[in-house]
């Protein structure tokens, strides 16, 4: 599935068994259950963030497959979303797949729970990416440009947004990105909250950070 998904058990979860031959063997535990899934969550490695999806998980470790080139013994994190955040060393490598271990056992349940609004009345959100990209929104008065400086598969934060209420629905496009359209769910004096119609494809918002990330590290040899 192509879809960037916000852990939604009743989409994301496959409970099937990973057989032993698809493992590598330094990957294997004795006694331990591997669930094979189909999840995306937030990577941050050396300094990188990138979207990953999680292929297999355990209480102690996972299988990921991430556009990051990683390095045997490489500390990461992983982000589920904003109050769930692991943390691992990676022990093997294979082309785009990485075999992750746990710095703590984890309770798998968490990681099937739905987000929940909790006792302070925060709803936990999914993983923001940091970004500084130029966009165009389009509004009943007419168009604008403004800037992302983050975004998730279901929304995005921007900055230079003028006059344009809470509950509007507008039309996002950035470089690079499908037209999509969007209800603003906060404004303030300097930045907004835009909240998807329609989430961004994994695939879409891989490459497209991706490319920002190229871009960032152009500029910076630049100056």
Not at 48 to 61: E, F, M, T
Not at 173 to 193: K, Y
């Amino acid at each position: 599935m192509d879809h960037f998904m916000e852990l939604n058990p009743s989409l994301n979860i496959v409970s099937t068994p990973i057989s032993d031959d698809a493992q590598p063997v330094s990957d294997r535990r004795a006694g331990e259950r591997q669930v094979s899934v189909m999840l995306t969550a937030k990577l941050e490695a050396g300094g990188r963030q990138q979207p990953c999806r999680i292929l297999n998980i355990s209480v102690k470790g996972a299988n990921i497959e991430t556009l990051i080139e990683l390095q045997v013994g490489q500390p990461i994190e992983i982000e589920f979303r904003s109050n769930l955040k692991l943390h691992g060393i990676v022990r093997w490598v294979r082309k785009s797949q990485a075999g992750v271990e746990f710095q703590n056992a984890i309770d798998l349940n968490e990681i099937w729970k739905r987000t929940e609004v909790s006792i302070m009345r925060i709803k936990p959100r999914p993983p923001r990416f940091c970004c500084f990209a130029p966009a165009t929104i389009e509004t009943a008065d007419g168009n604008q440009l403004c800037q992302i400086i983050d975004i998730s598969a279901s929304g995005l934060r921007v900055i230079d947004l003028l006059n344009v209420p809470s509950g509007a629905t507008v039309m996002i496009e950035a470089d690079g990105l499908p037209r999509h359209r969007a209800v603003v769910i906060w404004c303030n004096a300097n930045s907004a909250g835009l909240k998807l119609v329609n989430a961004y494809k994994y695939s879409e918002l891989e490459s497209w950070l991706l490319r920002q990330e190229g871009r960032s590290d152009a500029e910076r040899h630049a100056n």
